[in-house]
């Protein structure tokens, strides 16, 4: 993944809103920002374009490297 935290491209805070998560669909992103204990994650219900077709945006915030769920 492009922007996984491994490639040193996130830092603490960093903010990642991907649109169309629903239609056409972000199936693999949405399973890794929902997954991680790194990010902190909000859904936003929409619509696609110019369509009554249900869709949404995912907000995901980069918590940081030491986010890891603690046993």
């Known amino acids: 993944m492009a922007a996984s935290p491994e490639c040193g491209l996130l830092r603490k805070g960093t903010v990642l809103l991907a649109d169309n998560?629903?239609?056409p669909g972000a199936p693999e992103f949405l399973a890794h920002?929902?997954?991680s204990s790194r990010f902190e994650c909000t859904n936003y219900p929409s619509f696609l374009e110019y369509r009554?077709?249900?869709d949404a945006l995912e907000k995901a915030i980069y918590k940081?490297?030491?986010?890891?769920?603690?046993?």
């Open 21 to 23: 998560v629903i239609c």
């Open 64 to 71: 940081g490297p030491g986010s890891e769920a603690q046993p």
């Open 33 to 35: 920002v929902r997954g």
């Open 52 to 54: 009554k077709v249900a």
